[in-house]
């Protein structure tokens, strides 16, 4: 059976995406069948990997619409995942704007925190590993998320906002634990963008540091977006020392996660 791992956080611009699709990648370059699911409207994964979400016939929207509509007997989840290109042991279940109208929808569904779990029976035992990047929000999609995944990954800034609305997100995932999903962990924090130059970026990395279990600091670099402009992410080919680094960073996390 699968890892399942949700990449979340309620704030926008962590690096939720880059961070998917990197570990993800380091998933597959080590041998492991790998499955990222696209679980935001904005369909950010999915044109990462330098597709285009309206080119998928199926994803994840039509997975949602037909559970929504009560025609999961005949749906055929393994046609909404596609291979990576470029990328052995890489797969992606896409998504498309569509989502967030299913997202509305999802409230008229009995068990709705349950609809992406089984969305997911017939496939979980395909995979090694199952990453999933979380919408920017705390809603249905985010929900769904957290109660289909063993562990979770929180990328954040280390900035005085993004270290107050992490208790936010971790109230949320006290309550999934104890309603819903037993088995959910957190595992940590992924800081992302850092600069140490910064006095007000070191404070709060100390006090990160202080509370959570901080499993890689990721150096704020043009070279991640060089990568999601070739479709491909840095940790296939960097290109520099400080692209080398954040290998580095991401392949401490991707460690943390094989061997917990």
């Known amino acids: 059976m699968s ?47 330098g597709a285009e979400p309206l080119d998928f016939e199926i994803n994840i929207a039509t997975l949602f619409e037909e559970m929504i509509n009560k025609k999961s007997k005949n749906m055929d989840v393994r046609s909404a995942i596609y291979p990576v290109e470029g990328i052995e042991n890489l797969y992606l279940i896409p998504s498309i704007i569509d989502l967030a109208t ?3 929808l999802l409230n008229t569904v009995t068990a709705k925190e349950l609809t992406l779990k089984r969305i997911l029976e017939k496939v979980v035992d395909d995979y090694d590993y199952i990453f999933i990047d979380c919408s920017p929000s705390l809603g249905n ?64 990395l100390e006090h990160l540091q202080s509370k959570y ?10 070279s991640i977006k060089d990568g999601i402009y070739a479709g491909l992410p840095l940790v296939v080919s960097p290109k520099n020392e400080i692209a080398k680094e954040i290998k580095e960073e991401y392949e401490k996390v991707f460690n943390y996660i094989e061997n917990y």
């Open 102 to 104: 299913k997202e509305a």
């Open 3 to 49: 890892k399942i791992i949700a990449i979340c956080n309620q704030k926008g611009g962590v690096a939720k995406t880059t961070t998917t699709y990197n570990i993800a990648t380091l998933s597959a370059m080590k041998g492991y069948k790998t499955l990222m699911i696209d679980l935001d409207s904005q369909g950010s994964l999915t044109i990462s990997t």
């Open 213 to 222: 279990d901080v499993l890689g600091i990721v150096k704020k670099s043009v």
């Open 141 to 204: 999609l985010t929900i769904n998320a957290l109660s289909a995944s063993d562990y979770l990954i929180i990328p954040t800034e280390a900035d005085y906002l993004s270290y107050r609305g992490l208790g936010d997100l971790l109230s949320v995932v006290d309550d999934i634990k104890e309603l819903i999903n037993s088995k959910l962990e957190f595992l940590g924090v992924i800081i992302t963008k850092y600069e140490s130059r910064l006095k007000d970026a070191n404070e709060v």
